[in-house]
C-alpha cells in the first residue's frame, strides 16, 4: 500500500501535465552523453517545453483513459516525453533536429492534438514550421501587396510630379518672351 501511495503523485503529476497538452512525444535517449542531455533539456526549456524522464508505468498508468494511451505500445526501454502545451509541433521539431546531431536519441511517438503519430509521422511534423513562424509569414503575404501598392503610387507621384515640373516650366519660359515681344513694339 505503501508503494501505491508513493506512486500516486507521480501519476497525478504526469496525468496533469497531459491533461492540456497540445502535444506529447516520447523519446529513447539511451546513449546520449550527459552533455547531449544537458544541451537537449536546454534547448527544451527555451522552446517552453516540460521534458522529463518517468517510469514506463507511471507513464503507463496516467496515460490510461487519456488521447496518450495510443503511447502506450511505446513504453518500453528507457522513456522520457516531451510535453508542449503551447506550441503542437515544438517538441516535434526540436526533437527531430537534435536527433540529426545525437543519433542516439530515438524518437518512439507521439500525441499532437489528439493524433497518435509513430516516429515517421513525428518526423513529419517536425517539418511544419512554429506558428510564429506561420504567422509571421502570413502577415508578410497579407503586407507585400500594400507596400507594393504604396511604393507604385509613390513612384507615380514621382513621376507625375516631374511631368508636372517639366509641364509647368515650358509654359513659365514661354509666358516671359511674350510678354517681353510686346514690350518691344
Known amino acids: 500500500?505503501?508503494?501505491?501511495?508513493?506512486?500516486?503523485?507521480?501519476?497525478?503529476?504526469?496525468?496533469?501535465?497531459?491533461?492540456?497538452a497540445q502535444s506529447v512525444v516520447l523519446v529513447d535517449y539511451r546513449g546520449l552523453t550527459v552533455e547531449q542531455d544537458t544541451r537537449l533539456r536546454k534547448e527544451?526549456?527555451?522552446?517552453?517545453?516540460?521534458?522529463?524522464v518517468y517510469k514506463n508505468t507511471m507513464m503507463n498508468f496516467a496515460f490510461k483513459g487519456t488521447d496518450c494511451?495510443?503511447?502506450?505500445?511505446?513504453?518500453?526501454?528507457?522513456s522520457a516525453v516531451a510535453i508542449s502545451?503551447?506550441?503542437a509541433t515544438a517538441p516535434a521539431r526540436v526533437l527531430c533536429k537534435f536527433a540529426k546531431d545525437a543519433p542516439k536519441l530515438e524518437v518512439?511517438?507521439?500525441i499532437v492534438e489528439g493524433v497518435a503519430y509513430d516516429a515517421a509521422g513525428i518526423a513529419d511534423i517536425a517539418k511544419i514550421p512554429s506558428r510564429d513562424?506561420?504567422?509571421?509569414?502570413l502577415l508578410g503575404s497579407l503586407q507585400s501587396p500594400i507596400t507594393n501598392f504604396a511604393r507604385v503610387m509613390n513612384q507615380l507621384a514621382e513621376k507625375g510630379g516631374a511631368a508636372a515640373?517639366?509641364?509647368?516650366?515650358?509654359?513659365a519660359a514661354e509666358a516671359p518672351a511674350e510678354e517681353a515681344a510686346p514690350a518691344a513694339e
Open 108 to 110: 518512439k511517438g507521439g
Open 165 to 171: 515640373a517639366a509641364a509647368g516650366a515650358e509654359p
Open 1 to 20: 500500500m505503501a508503494k501505491i501511495e508513493l506512486k500516486q503523485p507521480i501519476v497525478e503529476e504526469i496525468s496533469a501535465s497531459i491533461k492540456d
Open 85 to 87: 502545451g503551447t506550441d
Open 133 to 137: 513562424e506561420l504567422i509571421s509569414k
Open 69 to 78: 494511451e495510443a503511447l502506450v505500445p511505446y513504453l518500453e526501454g528507457p
Open 44 to 52: 527544451l526549456r527555451e522552446a517552453g517545453i516540460t521534458y522529463k
